[in-house]
């Protein structure tokens, strides 16, 4: 391990470099609605684009009838094109997991985040809506980062010290979910069509992509002019261009207790997120917030969030297991979730409701890095965690297609005793990991 100084100044620029990241992929998020509202307009003149209203028509299939005007069907397009974002995470996470095990973390960080930039580059010079398609599934390809930043991370710490680790890359996230669609918003009123020298086929939302591109640009700067390499270890076994990450998992890390973390990371985030992708129809529909409010409690969450992997992990971390730390993260969360379908209009109760949910969240994740990296050889760390951030990403390409189907069938009241209910099953499944892990070998 390095010295002190210089492993704290690594861990620093990591973070930061992990902020930029994030702040650029979640600068997209406020956009999605009047983004896809405005390629399917121009797509009805389009003969690129007709794909598109094609999509539309095949998607008004599977909403109830009362449910099919545009806004319902433009969200519905939004959560499939997250879902194909986090599908693409999932399949080349465990590739640039392996490969920063082989070649480091400093290049395989470098080359991400180029791509990262590239896509917004792409998105920015879009055309029309297929390009636009084709830069953000460069760019799910490219989102390989944080796996690698999280072994990274684990490098530079003490095996007790990983929970904690987990937790500073946790509140890393968590200030780029904060900042990112608020510079966004900002970005989008910023008309770049409008000035003199720019181009025809400019498009409305050119000022976000240049902001998330010069994002981008700038972590690749950091990580190649300041990043110091964290990994002395190098695996022998060559790295697949594109692998198949349930045969890596099968074959790479033959850890039962590994294998089960991956599943507990898998169905927590398919539950989560499928509580995540309703909570905006929640507040819309039931609260009737206009999307200026709604930013404002997702400001608040993402408060709690940092506050909650920045310091209470820290502070747990210092005299409790990551096993109990992630029991209380689950045991925190059920009941909250489905108090809070109770509680429209009442916005005050249902901040109260959010900040037990919140706090809970910002424990689980953490403590399930923490748990995968003590239960992995030190010179696998990085596909360990790449692999935990992949199966996680399949559960949020799989998870709002769930939640939007209890949503709009069941109702807000039903759907959300149901995600309670799955988390309280998955808090009695996580019980059967072991009380004490200790690192594995190299």
């Not at 990085?382 to 069938?409: E, I, M, N, T, V």
């Amino acid at each position: 391990m390095k010295s002190e100084p210089a492993s704290g100044l690594n861990k620093t620029l990591l973070l930061f470099i992990l902020f930029l990241d994030l702040v650029g992929f979640t600068l997209i998020f406020p956009l999605v609605p009047d983004l896809l509202e405005h390629y399917l307009q121009t797509a009805k003149g389009s003969g690129v684009d007709a794909w598109l209203l094609a999509v539309r028509d095949f998607a008004n299939r599977f909403v109830p009838a009362s449910r099919t005007n545009e806004d319902d069907v433009i969200i519905l397009l939004g959560g499939a094109l997250a879902a194909l974002y986090s599908l693409l995470q999932f399949i080349a996470a465990p590739h640039w997991g392996r490969l920063s095990d082989r070649l480091g973390r400093r290049p395989v960080l470098i080359v991400t985040s180029i791509g990262l930039a590239a896509s917004h580059l792409f998105w920015f010079l879009s055309p029309n809506f297929t390009a636009f398609v084709f830069a953000r599934l460069f760019g799910g390809l490219m989102a390989g980062n944080m796996g690698v930043a999280s072994a990274a991370m684990a490098d530079l710490s003490r095996p007790e010290e990983r929970t904690r680790a987990m937790g500073l890359v946790g509140a890393a996230f968590g200030l780029g979910f904060i900042l990112g669609p608020v510079i966004g918003g900002l970005t989008s009123r910023i008309a770049l069509s409008e000035f003199a020298l720019a181009p025809a086929w400019i498009g409305p939302f050119a000022a976000p992509a240049l902001a998330a591109f010069l994002l981008s640009a700038l972590s690749a700067v950091l990580n190649f002019a300041f990043f110091a390499e964290t990994s002395g270890n190098r695996a022998d076994r060559e790295a697949a261009w594109i692998e198949n990450p349930f045969r890596v998992l099968r074959a790479a890390l033959r850890d039962t207790s590994f294998d089960r973390i991956v599943f507990i990371n898998f169905i927590y985030i398919f539950i989560f997120s499928a509580y995540e992708f309703t909570f905006t129809f929640l507040y819309k529909l039931e609260f009737h917030l206009s999307p200026l409010e709604i930013g404002l409690v997702f400001l608040y969450i993402g408060a709690l969030l940092v506050l909650g992997q920045g310091g209470l992990v820290r502070a747990l971390s210092k005299r409790f297991s990551p096993r109990a730390i992630l029991l209380t993260g689950l045991a925190l969360m059920p009941a909250p979730v489905y108090l809070l379908s109770l509680t429209p209009p009442a916005v005050g109760l249902s901040l109260l409701c959010l900040a037990p949910i919140a706090a809970g969240s910002s424990l689980v994740q953490p403590a399930l890095a923490g748990l995968a990296s003590l239960a992995a050889p030190e010179s696998q760390q990085g596909l360990a965690l790449s692999l935990l951030r992949s199966f996680g990403s399949l559960g949020r390409s799989l998870g709002p297609l769930a939640g939007a189907y209890l949503y709009w069938f069941l109702g807000a009241g039903f759907a959300y005793m149901l995600i309670g209910g799955a988390l309280l099953a998955l808090l009695a499944y996580s019980l059967r990991l072991p009380r004490e892990k200790q690192h594995a070998a190299t």
